[in-house]
């Protein structure tokens, strides 16, 4: 099976370099591998791609050997674990609120005896049935060791759970999302605290029980600052980026197009 490379940093304690994407953009995943990332961030909660698009993608991060960390639109078991066999290397589950979503999804997405995940053995994360159904096969032991769970931190109850959620045996990392959290605390008359101030507690709470945390940033100054803060995932740079480059593009032909040809 193949071994992830975000968890082979997250385990030595380095920064694991994500970018993300959201649309059926094969060649972007060879530049990301070719570019030294070490994962990309597939989201299928906000975009929409059929199944074979999906597969597609996933056996393409295979291929060039770079993890695929999806966001999945459901928390339906068996589609969770489909992600996996199609060769997901890592979910991130969207508003993990309590610890007790957080351990429903360890089991249906890791197999015994840390889970309860169904075992096909047929899937793109054995070769097919290569590495599972051969003799003294170490399959169920690889994909428990060399996939991850990230939870994602949006409301305050989330906050509040932080410490419990991340104490569930499974869980990897917590993953704060500002702009699900932000706007809640924005609107919640109760809320006491900033978004700043529920980072360094989601952070403090991944820290005391050794695991992961990460959040989003939107300049390369706060990706520094939440690097110096502990973060080992902070994803920078995406299919969106795109647009930079045809305004780029178009604000460089405006100016050569100003100008009368001879």
């Known amino acids: 099976m193949r071994k992830s490379k975000v968890l082979a940093k997250w385990r030595s304690g380095e ?35 059929d199944e074979r698009e999906v597969q597609h993608l996933l056996a393409l991060c295979q291929m060039f050997d770079i993890d695929c960390m999806v966001r999945p639109p459901t928390l339906q078991r068996t589609r969770l674990y489909r992600y996996l ?24 997405v890791k197999f ?37 769970i990230v939870a994602q931190i949006e409301t305050p109850e989330a906050v509040a759970n932080a410490g419990e959620v991340a104490a569930v045996p499974g869980i990897d990392a917590l993953f704060v999302g500002p702009g699900d959290l932000g706007l809640r ?7 006491t605290m900033s978004l700043d101030e529920a980072v360094e507690q989601v952070a403090e709470a991944a820290r005391q029980h050794g695991k992961v945390w990460a959040r989003t940033a939107g300049s390369i100054e706060e990706l520094a600052r939440y690097r110096q803060m502990g973060a080992l995932m902070v994803p920078w740079g995406g299919d969106f980026a795109l647009a930079k480059i045809l305004q780029t593009a178009g604000q460089e032909l405006d100016q050569l197009l100003s100008t009368p040809a001879n």
């Open 15 to 49: 920064f694991a370099r994500f970018c993300s994407m959201g649309h059926v953009l094969p060649f972007f995943v060879r530049y990301a591998a070719h570019y030294g990332y070490d994962g990309i961030w597939l989201d299928l909660e906000h975009r929409n791609m």
């Open 85 to 108: 066999e199609d060769g997901a290397t890592g979910l991130m589950i969207p508003f993990t609120s309590t610890a007790e979503i957080a351990q429903q999804i360890v089991e249906a």
């Open 112 to 148: 015994p005896p840390i889970g309860n995940r169904g075992l096909d053995g047929a899937g793109l994360d054995c070769q097919y049935g290569i590495d599972s159904w051969r003799p003294g096969s170490t399959y169920i032991e690889d994909a428990n060791r060399e996939t991850f």
């Open 185 to 191: 605390l924005s609107i919640d008359e109760a809320a």
